[in-house]
Structure formats: structure tokens, C-alpha cells
């Protein structure tokens, strides 16, 4: 080889023993153009998320929408991250709302819910299995159509509490965006159809809306035990890997506790206000332009499940008032899709069963939870083969 070989080109290097091959540089791929946000400082970004969150909890939560406190967080995070905010929720404070989470769903379960279900537990079961049956087919349905993944399209269509399908489903590969999308939307079809169905069918008047006391007075010690107990039980489940541990040890240890007298599950507001936030944060921060078309796409598809499993709940009702004699507005929200605290709300204000309502309801949420991850695998499955 010459000598002057490897200085003439520029994409070798003469050693003593071989020439060493450099490549040539790649072309630059020119970056994406930055949102309005993008040049803004790392607190200007959040100070704006945190302003439009609130704006948008705040008219949401004058407008009676049915979780406003997390659909608010979720609509900034998700205008923010869309027009270049790059902001991203730290592990430890979404943990921390994962645990609280699971507190909200144990405050439910008390002696009296329990009893219900232990005197109606065959009837439970089989309104229970019923809904869940519905929602995994028609899940299955979306996706073997390709309109969503098949695991995202299941967790989506889960008639269990909002929130925490969406923790289980991210817990278990499926797109969080996609199943807190389909999840709210149906959250909202379901109590608005509950209120109609209050107001004009069974000819129920709306009882003076519930004032929500943001801070109201509050035993230090009680809630200290109880969020102690959470965060501990929170740790384990994150340090054994456990799937969605972060909301489900929470919800047993302080269910437990709760049940045998130990703890007494007192939230105050403005506390689940900043858990909703954070998981609202969580999820609305991870949408890109992208995933808003995809679901979008995706609307008419989801919007008739949601039509066909309120029907389907709604022949349920049908069964219970025709076979067991079950008041028709007890058995009609006992038997909603989904919405737990919603249908709470709506139940608090009208003359119905609250026990029977509640037991059925979380029934169906305990039901999902322990099952829904098996029904995921299966339907994943099924949609390979």
C-alpha cells in the first residue's frame, strides 16, 4: 500500500498492522420543530400545566362531569405535551397516587357492603361474570378487527373502576393512553345515562348536589396510620415486582385493617384531588399527536361497545327486577358499567338500595381485578393464533 493511501482518503486509518474502516458520517435527520412550549423554562412548563389543570378541573367540576378531578390533569398534561412541554411525572409521586388509588377503593368495602354480598353472593356472581363475560367479547371483537390491540382493547373495555383499570392495564403491557381514553369516555356515557334514567324514567328528583368540603376537619393520626400502611404496602409491591403491586397491596392492607377496625379510612379531598392530578399527569403527558389520531380513529367503534354493554347491563337490571322483585333503579345502577363513584354519587342522592348498589358494584371491581389479567393473556392469545 502507498503510503500516503490512507492520508488521501478519509475513511481509513493506516496502523502498523491493517487499515481500520471508518464510515462515512450518516446525513442529519432533521429534528421534528419544536412545540410553543419547548423554549420555555422546566418550572414555566409545569406552572403552565398546573394553571390549565386547574381551569380545566375546575369547569369540568361545575359542569357535574363525572371525574373531573382526573379528566381535568388528564386534558392539560395532554394539550401540554402535544405543543412541546417534555415534562414526565416522577416514579415516586406516581407511586404514591397508585397507593392512595388503592385506599379509595378499600374505603368502600365495609362490614355492611360485605354482608350484602355474602347474603346475595349467588346472585353476585352471576350478574358479575355476566358483565365481565360481555366486556371481554366485546373487547375481543375490537381487537380482531385491529381497531385497538387486542390486551389495551380488553383493559378499555373492563367494566371496573376507571382508574384503576387503567393502573392494571399499564401494570400488563396494554397502552395506558388508549384504555384511560376509552375507560373516561365510557365513565361519562355511563352516569350520564344513570342520571337520565334516574330523572326520566323512574321519575327520581335530583337531590340537592353534594357539597364537596375541600378541606375539611381531619384526624392527623387516622390518616397518618392509613397512609403509612399504604405507602409501606406500596414499597413491597414495587420491590417484589409485582404487577399493579403499587395499588393492590394498598387496597388489601388497608382493607383488612379497615374491616378489622384498625384504621379508619378517612381521605380528605384535596389529597385524592392531587392523586387523580398525578395520574392524570401520568397519563396525559405520555400522548403524542399520534396515539390522538389513532384514538380518535378509533371513536365510532368505541362508543358503540360502550352503547352495546350499557344495553346488555341495562337486560340485567331487567332480570333482576323480574326474577327478584329488586327495585328497577337499585338494580339499574347496581348493574352500570362501571363509574363506582359516580354511580355512588347518583345513588346517594336517590331513594334505592345503597348496600345492594355498592356490594354489586365492587364485586365486580374485586372480580376484575384478580381475573382481568388472565383474560388479557387469553385474548391475546386468541388474537395470534
Known amino acids: 500500500m502507498p503510503e500516503d493511501q490512507g492520508q488521501n482518503s478519509p475513511h481509513s486509518i493506516v496502523t502498523d498492522e491493517a487499515p481500520i474502516t471508518v464510515p462515512p458520517a450518516l446525513p442529519l435527520v432533521p429534528a421534528p420543530p419544536p412545540g410553543v412550549l419547548t423554549s420555555l423554562p ?3 412548563r409545569w406552572a403552565t400545566l398546573a394553571l ?37 411525572v416522577h416514579r415516586v409521586p406516581y407511586m404514591v397516587a397508585h397507593a392512595l388509588i388503592g385506599c379509595i377503593i378499600a374505603r368502600s368495602l365495609d362490614l355492611q357492603t360485605l354482608k350484602a354480598v355474602a347474603h346475595d353472593w349467588p346472585i353476585f356472581l352471576a350478574i358479575v361474570l355476566a358483565v365481565i363475560a360481555a366486556s371481554s367479547l366485546l373487547g375481543y371483537l375490537i381487537g380482531k378487527a385491529d381497531i385497538l390491540p387486542g390486551t389495551t382493547a380488553v383493559w378499555g373495555t373492563s367494566a371496573g373502576a376507571a382508574s384503576a383499570m387503567v393502573l392494571m392495564a399499564e401494570a400488563h403491557g396494554a397502552d395506558a393512553r388508549l384504555v384511560a381514553f376509552m375507560q373516561y369516555l365510557r365513565v361519562v356515557f355511563v352516569a350520564t345515562g344513570a342520571s337520565i334514567m334516574a330523572a326520566f324514567v323512574f ?5 340537592a348536589a353534594q357539597e364537596i368540603v375541600w378541606f375539611p376537619p381531619t384526624d392527623w393520626i387516622e390518616l397518618a396510620k392509613t397512609v403509612a400502611v399504604a405507602l409501606a404496602a406500596a414499597v413491597v409491591g414495587a420491590k417484589v415486582r409485582m404487577p399493579a403491586g403499587t395499588m393492590l397491596l394498598p387496597m388489601i392492607a388497608t382493607t383488612t385493617l379497615h374491616v378489622l377496625g384498625y384504621i379508619t379510612i378517612d ?19 405520555s400522548f403524542t399527536r399520534r396515539i390522538l389520531r389513532h384514538a380518535a380513529s378509533a ?16 337486560g340485567l337490571a331487567f332480570l333482576l327486577w323480574w326474577l327478584k322483585g329488586i327495585d328497577p333503579l337499585t338494580a339499574y345502577l347496581a348493574t352500570s358499567p362501571g363509574g363506582l363513584d359516580s354511580v355512588a354519587i347518583i345513588a346517594a342522592s336517590t331513594p334505592v338500595d345503597m348496600s345492594f348498589v355498592m356490594a354489586l ?25
Do not use: D
Not at 64 to 84: C, E, F, R, S
Not at 203 to 207: A, Q
Not at 367 to 374: N, Q, T, V
Open 267 to 285: 381521605l380528605p379531598e384535596w389529597l385524592l384531588a392531587a392523586a387523580y392530578g398525578l395520574l392524570g399527569w401520568k397519563i396525559g403527558l
Open 52 to 88: 390549565v389543570s386547574f381551569v380545566l378541573s375546575a369547569a369540568l367540576f361545575l359542569s357535574h362531569i363525572p371525574g373531573a378531578l382526573l379528566l381535568g390533569p388528564m386534558a392539560a398534561a395532554i394539550l401540554v405535551a402535544t405543543n412541546g412541554a417534555r415534562l414526565s
Open 42 to 44: 422546566s418550572l414555566a
Open 203 to 207: 321519575n327520581i328528583e335530583g337531590g
Open 361 to 385: 358494584q365492587t364485586t365486580r371491581l374485586l372480580l376484575i381485578i384478580l381475573i382481568g389479567p388472565a383474560i388479557s393473556s387469553f385474548v391475546a392469545r386468541r388474537l395470534k393464533a
Open 299 to 314: 371513536l365510532p367503534q368505541v362508543v358503540g361497545s360502550i352503547v352495546l354493554l350499557m344495553g346488555f347491563c341495562g
